[in-house]
């Protein structure tokens, strides 16, 4: 238990499907982030949001869109995908974003992904 | 810019010793350290700040070497549930935490 709860834990979806990505955050952090987990590659960030602020969005693709209703919730919102999308999507939280060095991040179990 | 780990794997039998690299090109503030099993969301182990300190989880330690802006991670006396993919994490002086691919650690009896 890591403080940090995905849902759902699965999802397949089709190509002209829209879904959603839920996770909630019980450690009282002000950070959350969207990571993309893909097989034999390094974690890929996609957004972050921070006071509920979006405060980073890393060239991601537009059938992707996050939203942040407060510091404790955060959605993907996923319309149009394609296959490649099919990956494991990670909410993750900390307690800052920035300013300071020795920032830990605690991820979710995530959330797998097949589009078809 | 994304850190190097090495090796990509590697398989042990219990209570053997490993060690793992991870390594960057740019200047390091901090090295964060987590391990993920199949399945199951990455945990934290442990992190390094500037300093050049080293800590140690259980059997799990780990090093950090700012000058050579690299860090390495010792699986000491190696038990099964060592098992799963090792990340190392760098934060430069932007405050941003960049993943390495990670390393896939087998420990078999």
């Known amino acids: 238990e890591t403080g940090v709860t995905q849902t759902p834990r699965h999802l397949v979806m089709g190509m002209t499907n829209k879904k959603s990505l839920k996770c909630e955050q019980h450690?009282?952090?002000?950070?959350m982030y969207w990571y993309k987990q893909s097989a034999k590659k390094p974690l890929e960030l996609m957004f972050v949001?921070?006071?509920?602020?979006?405060?980073e969005n890393n060239s991601v693709p537009s059938r992707f869109s996050p939203e942040c209703p407060n510091s404790s919730h955060l959605f993907l919102h996923l319309h149009t995908l394609q296959p490649e999308d099919s990956a494991l999507y990670l909410c993750?939280?900390?307690?800052?974003?920035?300013?300071?060095?020795?920032?830990?991040?605690?991820f979710g179990e995530g959330s797998w992904l097949t589009v078809v | 810019q994304q850190p190097v780990q090495s090796p990509q794997a590697v398989i042990l039998r219990e209570g053997e010793d490993a060690v793992i690299n991870c390594s960057s090109s740019?200047?390091?503030?901090?090295v964060h350290w987590y391990r993920q099993k199949h399945g199951e969301a990455p945990v934290f182990l442990m992190i390094?700040?500037?300093?050049?300190e080293q800590k140690g989880h259980d059997k799990i330690s780990a090093s950090f070497n700012e000058k050579k802006q690299q860090s390495s991670l010792y699986l000491t006396a190696s038990q099964l549930s060592y098992s799963g993919t090792y990340f190392c994490?760098?934060?430069?002086?932007?405050?941003?935490?960049?993943f390495g691919a990670g390393t896939t650690v087998t420990v078999r009896a």
């Open positions: 993750a939280s900390s307690q800052r974003y920035g300013g300071r060095s020795g920032n830990t991040i605690y």
């Open positions: 450690l009282g952090h002000n950070a």
């Open positions: 949001y921070s006071l509920e602020e979006r405060v």
């Open positions: 740019k200047a390091l503030y901090s």
């Open positions: 390094l700040l500037k300093g050049g």
């Open positions: 994490g760098t934060e430069g002086g932007d405050y941003k935490l960049s």
